[in-house]
């Protein structure tokens, strides 16, 4: 059984860089081939994916993030990571980690699939 745990999240002024992680507990349950991404929402707004990536490290990313933020992880520590960098006010929202056995990028978007499972969320906050 796959759990996710986030942390990182917090405050910072526009232009500023924040990382989150992602823990990842019981990985070998989905084998040797999984997908992870984040995804954000901020209250009363639907959610956004944020970016992707697939057991051989290929990516893929809003175009609201493209250029400032990058997903990463590390499979010796079992963790997942987005670096996000030039922040803006609008990148403000919780943020969750997601895990599947299918990919999360379908027709050039970001969607997570019925199966997904999902971290707690890390609020990011960023003012002016």
């Known amino acids: 059984q796959v759990q996710l745990v986030e942390s990182g999240g917090g405050s910072a002024q526009t232009g500023g860089s924040l990382t989150l992680s992602c823990a990842v507990f019981?990985?070998?349950?989905?084998?040797?081939?999984?997908?992870m991404a984040w995804f954000r929402q901020d209250p009363g707004t639907e959610r956004e994916g944020v970016a992707a990536?697939?057991?051989?490290?290929?990516?893929y990313y809003a175009d609201s993030v493209k250029g400032r933020f990058t997903i990463s992880k590390d499979n010796d520590k079992n963790t997942l990571y987005l670096h996000m960098g030039n922040l803006k006010p609008e990148d403000t929202a919780m943020y969750y980690c997601?895990?599947?056995?299918?990919?999360?990028?379908?027709?050039?978007?970001?969607?997570?699939?019925?199966?997904?499972?999902w971290g707690q969320g890390t609020q990011v906050t960023v003012s002016s």
């Open positions: 019981g990985v070998t349950s989905y084998g040797s081939r999984y997908y």
């Open positions: 990536i697939d057991g051989n490290g290929r990516t």
């Open positions: 997601a895990a599947d056995v299918t990919t999360f990028y379908r027709q050039n978007m970001l969607v997570p699939p019925v199966s997904t499972v």
